[in-house]
């Protein structure tokens, strides 16, 4: 998700899961409790080592999923996850492997020789707790072979439109999208697992919130 932010973020800024009009904050001491019935002023954030949660699914992924993503068709997925302190949502309902990215792509970006775009479709409600927007660049990649969770990339966005995949945008506090997002993991990379972030963050009224990862395999 994104983030509106008062004070000069940097790392924080780019991955914090959750709040609008942020300030640096590094007390993440405290429970996550959250009381508020409308739109919190400001919450504070801060980078903290989250637990993680394998959300519910409302649907397994198809048997022969594997087969078919790799032909680049959509494969089923429909898990979801609930984030009941930040009052995010999200339903995972399909991802692609092995898009084809454009001739102009790949003569742009060379990389892509030896990666496997995948194109995951989403679901996302943004929390009506805090001013907020939550969007691609909330969703990573994680259980990569160098141990770094892989964030979402929007340089594909015009191939994948032209496929007649819509990029997701971004939701609006208490409002819900759904779209395309786009990743490029190595194509050695065999573990396609979605993890939506959640970093520790203070609000303004004083309630303490910790940082957790809720993981979806795609496969």
């Known amino acids: 998700m994104s983030i509106r932010i008062t004070t000069t973020l940097t790392v924080a800024a780019a991955v ?14 405290g429970d996550s409790s959250d009381t508020s019935s ?19 699914a409302t649907a397994s992924a198809t048997g022969a999923g594997g087969d078919t993503a790799a032909q680049g068709k959509p494969v089923a997925v429909n898990k979801s996850f609930t984030d009941d302190v930040m009052g995010e949502k999200a339903t995972v309902v399909s991802y692609i492997a092995g ?8 003569s742009k970006f060379s ?8 194109l995951v479709n989403v679901k996302v409600t943004a929390s009506s707790k805090y001013y907020d927007t939550f969007g691609a660049d909330s969703f990573y990649l994680t259980n990569q072979s160098n141990g770094i969770d892989q964030a979402s990339t929007t340089i594909l966005d015009d191939d994948i439109k032209a496929a007649g995949y819509a990029p997701l945008e971004d939701a609006e506090t208490g409002k819900t999208t759904t779209g395309w997002i786009v990743f ?10 979605l993890r939506y972030k959640r970093l520790a ?5 004083g309630t303490k919130i910790t940082a957790k990862n809720f993981d979806i395999p795609l496969k």
């Not at 914090?16 to 904050?25: D, E, K, N, R």
């Not at 490029?184 to 697992?193: F, Q, S």
């Open 38 to 56: 409308s739109p919190s002023a400001t919450v504070s954030a801060t980078i903290d080592a989250p637990t993680t949660e394998a959300p519910s």
């Open 111 to 118: 990389a892509l020789a030896d990666e496997n775009v995948v």
């Open 99 to 106: 898009f084809q990215p454009s001739a102009a792509s790949k």
């Open 184 to 193: 490029t993991p190595k194509k050695t990379e065999t573990a396609l697992v």
């Open 16 to 29: 914090i899961a959750g709040s609008a009009l942020l300030t640096a904050c590094n007390d993440d001491s």
């Open 201 to 205: 963050a203070k609000a303004s009224d």
